[in-house]
Nanobody, 120 residues
Framework: QVQLVESGGGLVQAGGSLRLSCAAS????????WGWYRQAPGKQRELVAT???????TYTDSVKGRFAISRDSAKNTVLLQMNALKPEDTAVYFC??????????????WGQGTQVTVSS
């Protein structure tokens, strides 16, 4: 079983910064793709950033140059550094882990989410 617990959300003014953390525990082996998603009220969940076992990252266009995903292997934590925040970044942010048991089989795990609110 895998557990993901997010923290670090809160209220910040536009232009400010927050760092989200995702503490991972459980059977996490092999190829893993870590992700941060967000969901604003009335909108679909959106992929924000990913980080794979080879340290490759991807970002949705709206956060490129402002957000950075990273992993602290020693603490088994995935981080999302968010700078130059905008009101449109307001959402519940979710951590995810896609763990591959083979190249064609995987399981997805999710955290409970953390609220980020950016005031104008």
């Amino acid at each position: 079983q895998v557990q993901l617990v997010e923290s670090g959300g809160g209220l910040v003014q536009a232009g400010g910064s927050l760092r989200l953390s995702c503490a991972a525990s459980g059977d996490i082996f092999g190829h893993v793709v870590w992700g941060w998603y967000r969901q604003a009220p009335g909108k679909q969940r959106e992929l924000v950033a990913t980080l794979n076992s080879e340290h490759a990252t991807t970002y949705t266009d709206s956060v490129k140059g402002r957000f950075a995903i990273s992993r602290d292997s020693a603490k088994n934590t995935v981080l999302l550094q968010m700078n130059a925040l905008k009101p449109e970044d307001t959402a519940v942010y979710f951590c995810s882990a896609r763990i591959y048991s083979s190249w064609s089989k995987w399981n997805d795990y999710w955290g409970q989410g953390t609220q980020v609110t950016v005031s104008s």
